[in-house]
């Protein structure tokens, strides 16, 4: 094999790596949550970290968003170590966190929520055009832009995290979770959008979920996180056929629970 000639040819065929994660370890108090995950995000794509209730999906993205400071570990991205940076630069770095369990602002409304989102930015023109650019991909929301968050149904306050991500002007997004408590129906439309937002707007997407099968339908390459470390790494069309993925998620479907007693009985890859 040409040592050489390898990155040229990885460079044209995935594109450059936007956000590199090396050995992150993250903890509550004396709680390991995150036991050195390493992973890397390429540029355009749509990139899923699956795992189980309690995996560290979301300690993760907290960690890369700043809102937790990781206890060892990098995370490069738009040309430095953002590990520990405060999460209003991270922001302005271009990656917008959508948490788990939307956090919209219930009182304001779904414009004000949205106005929210763009509160890095002085190009009121701008932020004028993108609030209409997330009205056209939600449309329910421009019917309800006048009406309180905390009054719209779950699928709809997902639409509005998300719209309000996007008002960050992001590079990066990552997205905590938008299948939750969703029907089947909604989180097949919400997913649909989001490729279309990764299409269309090129917004690169960090989306971690449970929920692997509609997660690997959107993904390009995937990630299976199990307490707190990677331990599996493919394209999402391999891992969607893969013999493992399939059985353990589909015990998960199954049983249609998700707890931790549950998945301490199924089997691991480790
Ligand atoms: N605020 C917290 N305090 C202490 N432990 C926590 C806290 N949040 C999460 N954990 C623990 O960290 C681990 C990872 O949790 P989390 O990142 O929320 O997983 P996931 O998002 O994959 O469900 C779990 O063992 C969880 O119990
Ligand atoms: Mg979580």
């Known amino acids: ?54 995996a560290g999906k979301t300690t993760l993205l907290k960690t890369i968003s700043g809102v937790m400071d990781p206890e060892k570990g990098q995370i ?23 948490p788990e369990g939307r ?4 009182l304001l409304t779904v414009e004000e929520n949205l106005k929210m989102g763009a509160f890095t930015r002085s190009d009121a023109d701008g932020v004028a055009r993108d609030e209409e ?33 996007l008002m960050a002007k992001p590079k990066i997004m990552l997205l905590d979770e938008p299948s939750l ?5 909604l989180v097949k439309e919400i997913f649909q959008i989001v490729r279309r937002l990764n ?19 959107v993904a390009d390459y995937g990630y299976v996180m199990e307490l707190g470390r990677i331990v599996m790494a493919d394209t999402a069309d391999r891992l969607l056929a893969s013999k ?16 931790q007693k549950r998945w301490k009985q199924k089997k691991t890859w480790r």
């Not at 995150?34 to 390429?42: K, T």
């Not at 408590?181 to 129906?185: K, R, W």
């Not at 493992?244 to 707890?259: A, I, K, M, P, S």
């Open 76 to 98: 490069f991205y738009a040309g430095q170590n953002i590990a520990g940076a405060n999460p209003d630069k991270v922001v302005r770095l271009g990656m917008v966190h959508v």
């Open 181 to 185: 408590g969703l029907s089947p129906i």
């Open 244 to 259: 493992d993925v399939q059985e353990f998620y589909l015990g998960v479907v199954e049983e249609t629970q998700r707890g």
């Open 133 to 165: 650019m997330v009205y056209g991909y939600f449309p329910i929301l421009a019917e309800r832009r006048k009406q309180a968050a905390g009054t719209l149904s779950g699928g709809q306050q997902q639409m509005l995290a998300i719209g309000r991500g």
């Open 1 to 54: 094999m040409n040592v050489n000639a390898q990155p040229t040819a990885q460079a044209v065929v995935e594109g450059k790596t936007i956000l590199s994660i090396k050995n992150l370890e993250s903890y509550y108090g004396p709680i390991m949550a995150i036991r050195g995950a390493s992973l890397d995000v390429r540029e355009g794509q749509i990139v899923t970290v699956l795992g189980a209730n309690g």
């Open 103 to 106: 956090e919209v602002f219930p």
């Open 199 to 217: 299409k269309e707007q090129g917004v690169t997407i960090m989306l971690v979920e449970q929920n692997a099968k509609v997660a690997l339908e």
